[in-house]
């Protein structure tokens, strides 16, 4: 599988297979927000999928793909680093606003970032058109974030600094895209690089949730909690997986924009499933960012 995957590598069929992971991705990303943001406490959801992505991950590196070598360790310790950071801003926005308001902003500010990052790294350029897809994408993030800081039921206090760690987050979704995608590009087999990517970057967080279920002066039952994270554990398996895939084999500035039609299905989710008000304006000003990466698609 991996020699036919990297045989698709600049090909019109890698593009074309790389558009349904990118897709793919945007669906999946968008239900592991959910998941995160649901009822549990994010911080002890995270780390419920977290431990489980390590315990599903560590047979797969031990016995079926081999270790990494040289500076790939150092890749891979970087994406640690990186990771943590995105999942606590991740945390601490959740913490403050709901997930229709968050969740958009995140994964809307990251595409500019992303689109930056790879002219910088991998040479990639935008055509004319696709920067006016990458123009309409962010009208409709900074309208919904706008939108939201005159309308949404909640308290000033909490709503502003969730979406400045929103925006901050977003970066951080830039640079991590921009950087696995340099790892799974170095690495010569992707798979090596997702299964280690997936066991190294899951050590945090299950410690730290499981610290703050030991202090919670009433704990929630574990039970539903893992079973939360047995299947989030696998939507991130195909989100991250799908998006990093992407990127190996075609533009990373496409594939991280076409990924920000999640904010659609999270708008459809928060509110048939996690019952919160989203409205026709919210959802016209979502659809604009969906409408924007069609756009960077089409002038591609």
């Known amino acids: 599988m991996t020699t036919w995957l990297l045989d698709l590598e600049g090909t019109p069929a890698g593009h074309d297979l790389a558009l ?28 419920a999928i977290d431990g489980w992505i390590f315990v599903l991950a560590l047979p797969v590196c031990l016995f079926v793909v081999p270790r990494p070598e ?12 990186i990771h943590f950071f995105y999942k606590l801003g991740m945390a601490l926005a959740y913490e403050r606003g709901a997930f229709t308001v968050v969740y958009p902003v995140v994964r809307g500010t990251g ?10 790294i991998f040479g990639e350029t935008f055509s004319g058109l696709q920067w006016l897809g990458v123009a309409v994408l962010l009208a409709g993030i ?10 949404i039921d909640l308290g000033r206090d909490t709503l502003v600094p969730a979406l400045w760690l929103a925006v901050g987050t977003g970066a951080l979704v830039a ?19 997702l299964a280690w990517f997936f066991l190294i970057t899951a050590v ?3 410690v730290i949730a499981w610290v703050r279920w030991r202090r919670m002066p009433v704990r929630p039952d574990l039970r539903p909690l893992l079973t939360r994270g047995f299947f989030g ?19 990373v500035g496409e594939a991280a924009v076409l990924r920000e039609t999640s904010t659609v299905f999270a708008a459809l989710i928060g509110w048939l499933v996690l019952k919160e008000t ?3 304006r919210r959802i016209a000003l979502m659809s604009l960012i969906a409408l924007g990466a069609v756009i960077v698609e089409l002038g591609g």
Do not use: C, E
Request: hydrophobic letters at 55%; charged letters at 10%; aromatic letters at 18%.
């Open 20 to 47: 349904v992971l990118a897709l793919a991705a945007a669906f999946l990303h968008a239900v592991f927000g959910a998941l995160q943001k649901g009822r549990h406490d994010p911080w002890l959801s995270r780390g």
């Open 70 to 81: 040289g500076w790939a360790w150092a890749i891979l310790g970087g994406a640690l680093v």
């Open 111 to 120: 595409p500019l970032f992303t689109v930056l990052g790879a002219w910088i």
């Open 142 to 151: 900074f309208g919904l974030a706008l939108y939201n800081l005159v309308h």
């Open 175 to 193: 640079l991590y895209t921009t950087y696995d995608a340099y790892g799974i590009r170095y690495t010569p087999s992707p798979f090596t690089f």
């Open 204 to 206: 945090d967080f299950p």
């Open 233 to 251: 554990a696998f939507v991130a398996f195909g989100s991250f997986g799908s998006v990093m895939l992407a990127t190996r084999l075609d533009k």
């Open 278 to 280: 989203v409205g026709p």
